[in-house]
């Protein structure tokens, strides 16, 4: 889940990229669009906008989340599914957007057109770590320095924990990011991360310690094939953002809904599906983590993004 | 194999070799059908590989532009969705760069990110060269092969054309030999049920051929020991080849009998003169002595009180003519004493001491041998007369300082009597008639010596042979030993 924004302006791979995603979006979209108007609710459509979440039916959770929340704020909502956080923050910034999910990396960049909504717990805390993993058939491996002259996956050059967290490692280490590995190349999908690895297309590869618990409980095979070389320090989890000129009875409206939802058991259902505990009202201290190690690397090193 | 050939009736070998031609071309055309299976299953996989490889250049060419690994590995692995993997892989897809280095695989551990191609082991390094030289000059896709593996490439260009990598895509030839059973599996059983129907079909059809040539075989066997309403009667009428030989062996029977018939009258024909020359001979011998005693009882009559000298002359002429009458009958009704004792070594002896004057006179060289030791049961008297006769005409034939040579054996129950001479040959004419009395007149003791001893022969159950060719003229005689004593 929790990408964000890919780069390339222009080009065709830009193009291509779109393409994709409205192909993998499309079927979300018009479901997510066509569903709400559903009577008993009344007033304009509440869009929540996410990227790739980890989940294998995404399309089905969504639209079960999108059914309870449309339950509980008496209005109808939609989720506006992106490829990148890019695209959801673009839009968001547009006002297209009421919510969005994104990660805590392009939120501390935007921090002045977001306003913290909520924030995911954990295992009951809304924290999370960035994993360094490398196939499993590799039973050396524990630093990036090990990594020397392989091939690295990423997820995407917007994401902290997939991106940031080991451009910051390795410079800390005293290694260069951009010379220490043969080749790089990001996925844009955490889960992904771990297929590239797994399947041997890459060495080894940055990944949100959240997905790969969660995955691992969902798709053990996959994560039986890799191994955790090495975490990160805790992180700010990837939090819900509302645009800054948001009603604020509706972001009250939205946040309790949402720190109730272990109150309730299709909330609890959802939230199982989901790996997590709940989620809490944020606090602005909570991504200055992700602020320090963005000034850090910032400062030693330009930035894909 | 020829002799069992050559033995084998036609009533078998028409169906078989008819079931064996059905089932040659049955077998040549699955043989036929079955290679185009595997051609055309092969070229299905080669042709699916060329669309699979162009569609996916295609697609891969943003990735390839943008150095996006990930997604030309979403790319590629959509094709390969629910494939299984053994232990080698059945489909593999490759992308390589310009530089012939792969760029991404759908199974990295065959074929490593970043590694060139003519690394990849033995076979490849040619693949790379090919790959190298032709495909950033040709659109085209061309195919190897290496192991047991189908490979397929097909570049990947940029819309201007320029070359930007090459997709490679390897099918395990695993992949199309289970469809390829399947077909040969089909071809097969449909032929034999082609040849289930066919092979009888084809045997009684070669029954029916051959059933004319064995009723003429048959028909043929049966010459002689059938009436030949019988023979015929089942014999095939056509207008080919085996039709014909039953005409031509109606004819044949036709033939047969007219030169029996014609057999039978000149045997009759035969019969009549031998009759005729026999009753002229004895009508002969007879008349000599008839006529003398005619005249002679006309002279005695001529004379008036004849004196008792004359009688008695007369008496005496009287009595010798008639003496010589009863001799030639005598000779003509053979009787051999069988109440003479066994046949002695003696016996071979005095017949040689009996003949020794002969041969003496006459210069005759004599080869005499005889391997009797012991008495024989055989009466001594005919046979004696038989070696005397034979011995006596040899000597004479053989003529002045001839040959003649004289074998006694025993031999598998015969006795047998060997009597030859390098006297003039006896020509055939004469050989047919010499057993016959009165053949020969002028000859000595009238020509019945030869008869004298067939006849002895045959009344001792023997067999007489005679041969004379190339100067040497020989009598065989087989007497059998009989079996109680």
């Given at each position: 889940m929790m990408k964000c924004i890919r780069r390339m302006p222009d080009s065709a791979a830009a193009s291509e990229g779109r393409r994709r995603a409205l192909r993998q979006a499309a079927g979300l979209l018009l479901a997510g669009l066509a569903?709400?108007?559903?009577?008993q609710s009344a007033g304009a459509t509440i869009r929540i906008g996410t990227t790739?979440?980890?989940?294998?039916d995404q399309v089905s959770f969504l639209d079960e989340w999108a059914r309870y929340l449309r339950t509980q704020i008496r209005r109808p909502v939609a989720f506006v599914h992106r490829n990148s956080y890019r695209e959801i923050t673009e839009l968001l910034l547009g006002d297209k957007l009421d919510f969005a999910w994104v990660c805590g990396y392009p939120y501390v960049r935007h921090r002045q057109a977001m306003r913290l909504l909520a924030v995911p717990l954990y295992q009951r805390r809304p924290l999370y770590r960035s994993y360094l993993i490398v196939a499993?058939?590799?039973?050396?491996?524990?630093?990036?320095?090990?990594?020397?002259?392989r091939i690295f996956a990423y997820s995407?050059?917007?994401?902290?924990?997939?991106?940031l967290v080991p451009q910051y490692e390795m410079l800390r280490a005293g290694l260069d990011p951009l010379a220490l590995f043969q080749k790089s190349f990001f996925t844009y999908a955490h889960g992904k991360v771990v297929a590239a690895v797994a399947k041997g297309i890459a060495h080894g590869g940055a990944v949100d310690g959240y997905v790969w618990e969660t995955l691992s409980l969902r798709n053990p095979e996959l994560t039986r094939?890799?191994?955790?070389?090495a975490k990160s320090d805790e992180y700010g989890f990837p939090p819900l953002v509302a645009r800054r000129s948001i009603d604020e009875a509706e972001f009250r409206g939205m946040q309790r809904v949402l720190t109730g939802m272990p109150d309730n058991p299709a909330g609890r259902s959802l939230l199982k599906q989901l790996n997590l505990d709940g989620f809490a009202l944020p606090?602005?201290?909570?991504?200055d983590g992700i602020s320090k190690i963005l000034a850090y690397v910032s400062t030693r090193q330009r930035l894909v993004s | 194999m020829s002799s069992a050939v050559t033995r084998l009736s036609y009533r078998y070998k028409v169906p078989l070799s008819l079931s064996v031609v059905i089932i040659i071309t049955a077998t040549v055309l699955s043989a036929v059908l079955g290679w185009q299976a595997y051609r055309d299953l092969r070229g299905g996989l080669i042709a699916g590989a060329e669309g699979l490889g162009r569609t996916l250049s295609r697609a891969l060419l943003p990735s390839l532009l943008n150095d996006e690994v990930w997604s030309a590995y979403e790319t590629i692995m959509a094709p390969l969705e629910g494939v299984e993997d053994g232990a080698l892989p059945q489909k593999t897809i490759t992308v390589l760069d310009a530089k012939g280095v792969?760029?991404?695989?759908?199974?990295p551990n065959e074929f490593?990110?970043?590694?060139?191609?003519?690394?990849?082991?033995?076979?490849y390094a040619q693949l790379h060269h090919v790959i190298m030289t032709q495909t950033p000059h040709s659109p085209e896709q061309f195919e190897d092969r290496i192991k047991d593996r189908i490979l397929v490439a097909v570049p990947i260009l940029?819309?201007?054309?320029?070359?930007?990598?090459t997709v490679l895509l390897t099918y395990s030839e695993s992949l199309f030999l289970p469809n390829f059973y399947a077909s040969l599996k089909r071809v097969i059983v449909s032929t034999l049920s082609v040849l289930l129907v066919l092979v009888p079909l084809g045997w009684s059809i070669g029954r029916r051929m051959a059933v004319p040539l064995t009723r003429l075989t048959e028909a043929m066997a049966q010459i002689g020991s059938a009436p030949r309403a019988q023979l015929t009667k089942k014999l095939y009428r056509g207008n080919d080849e085996i039709g014909q030989l039953g005409r031509q062996f109606e004819r044949m029977l036709d033939e047969l009998e007219e030169k029996q018939n014609m057999e039978k009258q000149m045997i009759a024909a035969d019969r009549l003169a031998a009759i005729g020359r026999l009753t002229a001979g004895i009508a002969h011998e007879i008349n000599n002595p008839l006529g003398g005693m005619i005249n002679t009882i006309n002279t005695f009559k001529h004379h008036?009180?004849?004196d008792p000298e004359v009688t008695q002359r007369t008496i005496s002429l009287l009595d010798r003519g008639l003496a010589q009458i009863r001799d030639t009958v005598a000779a003509l009704l053979v009787e051999a004493r069988?109440?003479?004792?066994a046949l002695s070594p003696d016996d071979v002896d005095d017949i040689r001491m009996l003949v020794e004057a002969q041969v003496t006179e006459r210069e005759v060289r004599l080869d005499w041998d005889s391997e009797l030791s012991e008495p024989l049961p055989l009466p001594s008297t005919p046979v004696r007369q038989i070696l005397i006769n034979l011995l006596l005409n040899a000597v004479q034939a053989a003529g002045q300082s001839g040959t003649v040579g004289c074998r006694l054996h025993c031999d598998n129950r015969l006795l047998v009597l060997d009597i030859r001479n390098d006297g003039e040959t006896i020509p055939p004419a004469v050989l047919e008639h010499l057993?016959?009395?009165?053949?020969?007149?002028?000859e000595s003791r009238r020509g019945l010596g030869l008869w004298v001893t067939y006849q002895i022969v045959q009344q001792l159950k023997g067999r007489i042979e005679v041969s004379s060719a190339h100067a040497e003229t020989r009598f065989i005689v087989k007497l059998p030993l009989p079996e109680n004593v």
């Open positions: 569903a709400p108007v559903r009577a790739a979440v980890i989940l294998n499993s058939s590799d039973p050396r491996s524990s630093s990036f320095a090990d990594l020397k002259g995407d050059p917007n994401s902290n924990s997939g991106y094939r890799t191994r955790i070389a606090e602005e201290r909570l991504f | 792969v760029f991404v695989s759908s199974h490593p990110l970043l590694a060139p191609l003519a690394s990849i082991g033995p076979g940029a819309d201007d054309g320029t070359h930007l990598g008036q009180n004849p069988m109440e003479s004792h057993f016959e009395p009165f053949s020969f007149p002028g």
